[in-house]
């Protein structure tokens, strides 16, 4: 199972990125434009560095331009793909199954909702995939899942219809449980939000759409 890391350009809490890379291995690094920044706070050597390199400091770019076997994937800032969907596309190519985001929370709200668009194309190819920092994991979710307090980002556990309706959820062993109601996106949106675990472990099914799970917890 090849893992990618994915550091974009957007926000990044180097104190939780760093906590978090001292306990997980990556096969490969994909840093995203200005994330390549970020990618050298926390003294990394990308495998692929993609982007139109618009918003990266010179002697950042440069410095990682003298080290070899890293691959350069510069692209024009006129494109219809974002820097991240570039970096997501190399890192399906590569044969990955599952694929972090770091710093694809923080910063413009519009390039978090890209970022979360991107996670769609993993999906699709069968790809574990989620945008992580410190108070959140963000996922979708085309079929059911058992969750385990043991193994949750946080306390909480939230879901959204990322599709039109999601049909016949289903929610047991949670603290708020649900049985095969269907919802809608834009309505009736508190009905599956700051969900919480009864149990130790609890499932969710549900017969159609594509949920977006939220697995989160307060700023301490």
């Excluded at 990618?39 to 440069?62: M, N």
């Excluded at 979360?116 to 994991?137: I, S, W």
Aim: hydrophobic share 35%; proline share 2%.
């Amino acid at each position: 199972m090849k893992s990618c890391l994915i550091v974009t350009g957007g926000a990044l809490d180097l104190e939780f990125a760093r906590s978090f890379l001292e306990k997980e291995h990556f096969d490969k690094v994909i840093a995203v434009d200005a994330g390549l920044e970020s990618v050298d706070a926390l003294r990394l050597v990308p495998d692929y560095v993609v982007g139109d390199f618009d918003t990266v400091k010179g002697a950042v770019l440069e410095k990682y331009r003298q080290m070899p076997f890293i691959v350069w994937e510069q692209h024009k800032p006129e494109k219809n793909e974002t820097d991240t969907e570039l970096a997501r596309s190399r890192a399906l190519t590569l044969g990955c199954s599952k694929i972090t985001f770091l710093g694809a929370t923080g910063g413009r709200f519009d390039h978090m909702l890209g970022n979360l668009h991107t996670l769609y194309a993993c999906l699709e190819k069968g790809t574990e995939a989620c945008l992580l920092d410190r108070q959140n994991k963000i996922y979708l979710l085309d079929e059911g899942k058992t969750f385990y307090k043991k193994d949750l980002w946080g306390k909480y556990v939230s879901f959204l219809p990322y599709t039109e309706q999601v049909k016949g959820i289903t929610l047991t062993g949670f603290k708020y449980p649900l049985k095969k109601k269907d919802l809608t996106r834009g309505y009736e949106v508190g009905l599956c939000i700051s969900n919480e675990l009864a149990e130790e472990s609890a499932c969710l099914e549900f017969d159609e759409g594509i949920l977006i799970c939220v697995e989160s917890r307060d700023m301490e």
